[in-house]
């Protein structure tokens, strides 16, 4: 009779009952339509601010081309004046007033201008590089956003595995009370039972509150609220990198990473500017033509003329065309100083480069080690579960019979509850980790998300299903005596 009222291994995946205040009246509540992991990223791509940022930042590095561009471009200026003059003779004494207006045009036609080419060049290559940054940030949001829903999960999966807990140690609060009641333990095991319970409880509201910071994260993510998300099914293949090769995929990464190919493109920007600085001793060579008519005063034609017979009665008109040649001499050190800031900018943007180059080997191998390794923790923190379970029920047994007591009992129970959540953890990082190789090699895609899509539960119940289901028959398998032979 009193072993029933211990947890057993089957009621570990649906420990959660009415003793816990208002939980069995939500319980019975239907659950409101679950959202996917595309939904959420389709939600993330219409609604980041982020990376609406991003694209209004390359919309306006973007335009740093034709800036450069109209450099070597026509250029076309019109102007239109209007003086009145006033003159004054002392001898003899006369003054004389006269109004006048004139307008012009002019256009001058870059012939050789190395500084401006060069700054095209360079233009050119900050738009690539802010196009990758783009292309990067949007891959960022692949991740970012299976990082805001997998943490929605594992905050879940843990306030079930807390709720589970709290519920057995109540349990074992009862059943503590029950025998002192009849004399059957002393009041060590009831206060025991009681600390364990209320430590229990306070985790499971930690737990809860984790679950409320996840959901917020993801509305920052999204800009819209969620009510419930599919959940991953324990039948996803947790399989080893393909290929199983460290030195293929840092290959990959040293091609393809978007970090990596956007420092690229910042080290020819810079290799272009120091051709643009120092193309400042050049010299430069401009067509010009020029048309203007006006009053003869505003053109700076006298009258009476010092031509002789020349006089002006009317408006003047003026046309010129011709090449300027201009050689620059000295600036007072300008352009010396802005070479060598040149050459200092460029040594600068290469060993940045290094250092990243440096960084995504380091990443790439870390997280290739990371998913191997996630790999095999999997297996081992499922064959925890079991263990524990087993333990549980042993000891459970053992304290019945007098050969346990009830620290070893608890202790056995908070180990069990330690490896569903180790479990738990384990596996989403094992998404995450390979999520995140797949961003260092540059391969990352919205394809990715949708083959884990293929493995989530529409009806995913965290307080039924955050266990893999025949755990009970394994642990309950690993208590029978061996088979005679």
């Not at 025998?179 to 025991?192: A, W």
């Not at 620059?328 to 040149?342: C, D, F, K, M, N």
């Not at 333990?391 to 330690?418: C, H, K, M, P």
Request: aromatic fraction near 6%; charge should be neutral; proline fraction near 4%.
């Amino acid at each position: 009779m009193l072993r029933s009222r211990f947890p057993s291994a089957t009621a570990l995946a649906l420990a959660v009952s009415g003793a816990i205040p208002g939980l069995a009246l939500a319980q019975q509540a239907p659950l409101a339509s679950m959202t996917d992991l595309v939904s959420v990223y389709q939600e993330a791509v219409l609604n980041n601010a982020d990376l609406a940022a991003s694209r209004a930042d390359y919309a306006a590095q973007s335009e740093i081309v034709p800036q450069a561009r109209a450099g070597l471009l026509p250029n076309l200026s019109a102007g239109y004046d209007i003086n009145d003059t006033r003159t004054s003779l002392d001898q003899p004494s006369a003054v004389y007033n006269r109004s006048g207006n004139s307008y012009r045009a002019q256009l001058s036609q870059p012939l050789f201008r190395a500084d401006r080419w060069f700054q095209l060049k360079a233009a050119k290559a900050v738009d690539e590089q802010a196009a990758v940054q783009l292309s990067a940030t949007e891959q960022n949001l692949i991740l970012q956003s299976a990082q805001a829903y997998f943490s929605v999960l594992r905050a879940q999966d843990n306030l079930a595995t807390a709720r589970a807990e709290e519920n057995a140690f109540r349990r074992q609060l009862d059943q503590s009370q029950e025998r002192f009641n009849v004399g059957l333990s002393d009041k060590t095991d009831t206060l025991q039972s009681q600390a364990s319970y209320d430590t229990a409880r306070a985790n499971r509201i930690i737990a809860q509150r984790q679950v409320d910071d996840a959901f917020q994260a993801l509305i920052t993510l999204t800009n819209r609220e969620y009510n419930s998300l599919q959940g991953i099914v324990h039948t996803l293949p947790v399989l080893a990198p393909i290929p199983n090769d460290a030195s293929a995929w840092v290959d990959t990464a040293s091609r393809q990473n978007l970090d990596l190919l956007a420092s690229n493109y910042a080290v020819e920007a810079a290799e272009q500017t120091l051709r643009q600085r120092k193309a400042g001793h050049a010299p430069t060579v401009d067509a010009v033509a020029q048309y203007q008519k006006g009053d003869n005063d505003n053109l700076g034609f006298s009258n009476p003329s010092t031509l002789p017979g020349v006089s002006y009665g009317s408006d003047v008109s003026q046309r010129s065309i011709g090449v300027q040649l201009n050689i620059p001499i000295y600036s007072g050190g300008l352009t010396s100083s802005q070479v060598r800031e040149a050459y200092a900018r460029l040594t600068q943007s290469e060993q940045q480069r290094e250092s990243l180059r440096r960084q995504v080997v380091e990443n790439t191998r870390n997280l290739h080690r990371a998913v191997n390794t996630d790999v095999e923790q999997v297996q081992a923190r499922k064959q925890s579960i079991i263990s524990n379970q087993s333990s549980v029920l042993a000891t459970e047994i053992g304290y019945q019979v007098g050969t346990r007591n009830i620290v070893d009992v608890l202790d056995a129970q908070r180990q069990l509850y330690s490896s569903v959540r180790d479990y738990n953890n384990t596996r989403y990082d094992y998404i995450l980790d390979n999520l995140r190789l797949k961003q260092a090699a540059g391969i990352l895609s919205p394809g990715d998300l949708q083959d884990l899509t293929r493995f989530l539960k529409a009806d995913y119940n965290p307080d039924k299903d955050f266990l893999p289901p025949d755990l009970a028959k394994a642990a309950e398998a690993l208590l029978k005596p061996p088979a005679k032979p």
